[in-house]
């Protein structure tokens, strides 16, 4: 290990509301100063020209890989991919090895995988900051650009009332941590069983925020500023039918919409399955805005990135 410990974004709580407030700023500066520009041409700073990020993956993934690899482009550095199946992870070699490794041929390490442990472990051997991808228990670099997007449709954090429908998954819970950092309010509404863990609960009532926890989703969405959902069933897990019958009344339609403040905004990380978790008129209707939260996955991204190598925050 080199000596001074690495700047990890395992969870929202490694960075503190200050650093994400930070990163925020940054990207707003940052996103509206490419306009025009070609993807992939690098930022005039080039803050991170000649770093290399791994990206390990053992979950498949779309946004979490392309917004990493086009975000490392964009401040100047490069990326690789090493999945599974094609390195020694998929042969058994420890997460701490893998760490150690990479933490000699790069300089950071971005991983999406199943198990948060894995993640810890990764963290605790690496000398290059670790960035948490997504795990089953949270999923914070998707909550940065949420709030990005939260923000740049004109809502302010502080007294925020978001509602959560359906599962109370990962995502939830990186919402509810930045609930107790960034001080707005959450109502969950989820079926029976499918609550988030009560460790995030505690979280944002400690920080003296509310969070409401209820079985209607009609009176979680009334008078909300944002409305979110997510797939009803994430990667591997099983009892589907099970768990599908259960999410029915969580589905987001144009009824529970209503019943949100009239300049409410729907967000969705994405991949959608239109006509479970949401309707087709509230997906495709003009309150989502779920394909800027996609995009703003590059521009939070970057700010993370930015952060773990100390240049802001």
Same mark, same amino acid.
């Given at each position: 290990m080199h000596e001074g410990k690495p700047r990890h974004f395992l969870d929202l709580s490694d960075a503190g509301g200050n650093a994400i407030a930070a990163m925020i700023d940054d990207a707003l500066v940052r996103k509206p100063a490419r306009a025009g520009w070609p993807k992939g041409k690098s930022d005039g700073d080039a803050p991170l020209a000649g770093r290399v990020l791994a990206m390990v993956f053992e979950k498949n993934s779309t946004r979490t890989r392309v917004s990493f690899d086009v975000a490392m482009r964009q401040l100047g550095g490069s990326a690789l991919i090493v999945d599974a199946g094609t390195s020694q992870l998929g042969r058994g070699e420890s997460p701490a090895d893998t760490a150690r490794v990479l933490s000699r041929m790069c300089d950071a390490i971005m991983v999406r995988t199943d198990d948060h442990a894995k993640i810890e472990e990764m963290a605790r051997h690496a000398s290059v900051p670790v960035i948490n991808g997504l795990t089953d228990r949270s999923h914070p670099c998707q909550i940065v650009a949420d709030l990005l997007t939260v923000i740049e449709h004109r809502k302010g954090l502080p007294a925020l009332e978001l509602a959560w429908l359906g599962d109370g998954n990962n995502v939830l819970h990186s919402i509810l941590e930045a609930a107790a950092l960034m001080k707005f309010n959450v109502r969950v509404a989820t079926p029976v069983g499918y609550e988030p863990d009560p460790?995030?609960? &505690? =979280?944002? /009532? !400690? &920080?003296?925020?509310? @969070?409401?926890?209820?079985? *209607? &989703?009609?009176? !979680?969405?009334?008078?909300? *500023? @944002?409305? @979110?959902? *997510?797939?009803?069933?994430? =990667?591997?897990?099983?009892? @589907?039918?099970?768990?599908?019958?259960? =999410?029915?009344?969580? /589905?987001v339609h144009a009824g529970l919409m209503a019943k949100a403040k009239p300049d409410a905004i729907f967000l969705h990380c994405l991949p959608a399955h239109v006509g479970e978790e949401v309707s087709e008129e509230v997906f495709e209707g003009p309150q989502s805005v779920v394909f800027d939260e996609a995009e703003n996955r590059i521009h939070a991204q970057k700010s993370v990135l930015l952060w773990c190598f100390g240049l802001i925050g």
């Amino acid at each position: 290990m080199h000596e001074g410990k690495p700047r990890h974004f395992l969870d929202l709580s490694d960075a503190g509301g200050n650093a994400i407030a930070a990163m925020i700023d940054d990207a707003l500066v940052r996103k509206p100063a490419r306009a025009g520009w070609p993807k992939g041409k690098s930022d005039g700073d080039a803050p991170l020209a000649g770093r290399v990020l791994a990206m390990v993956f053992e979950k498949n993934s779309t946004r979490t890989r392309v917004s990493f690899d086009v975000a490392m482009r964009q401040l100047g550095g490069s990326a690789l991919i090493v999945d599974a199946g094609t390195s020694q992870l998929g042969r058994g070699e420890s997460p701490a090895d893998t760490a150690r490794v990479l933490s000699r041929m790069c300089d950071a390490i971005m991983v999406r995988t199943d198990d948060h442990a894995k993640i810890e472990e990764m963290a605790r051997h690496a000398s290059v900051p670790v960035i948490n991808g997504l795990t089953d228990r949270s999923h914070p670099c998707q909550i940065v650009a949420d709030l990005l997007t939260v923000i740049e449709h004109r809502k302010g954090l502080p007294a925020l009332e978001l509602a959560w429908l359906g599962d109370g998954n990962n995502v939830l819970h990186s919402i509810l941590e930045a609930a107790a950092l960034m001080k707005f309010n959450v109502r969950v509404a989820t079926p029976v069983g499918y609550e988030p863990d009560p460790e995030f609960v &505690a =979280m944002v /009532r !400690a &920080a003296g925020q509310q @969070v409401t926890l209820t079985q *209607d &989703a009609a009176a !979680a969405a009334a008078g909300a *500023d @944002v409305i @979110v959902t *997510d797939t009803w069933v994430s =990667m591997g897990q099983e009892h @589907v039918h099970n768990k599908l019958a259960a =999410m029915e009344p969580y /589905r987001v339609h144009a009824g529970l919409m209503a019943k949100a403040k009239p300049d409410a905004i729907f967000l969705h990380c994405l991949p959608a399955h239109v006509g479970e978790e949401v309707s087709e008129e509230v997906f495709e209707g003009p309150q989502s805005v779920v394909f800027d939260e996609a995009e703003n996955r590059i521009h939070a991204q970057k700010s993370v990135l930015l952060w773990c190598f100390g240049l802001i925050g």
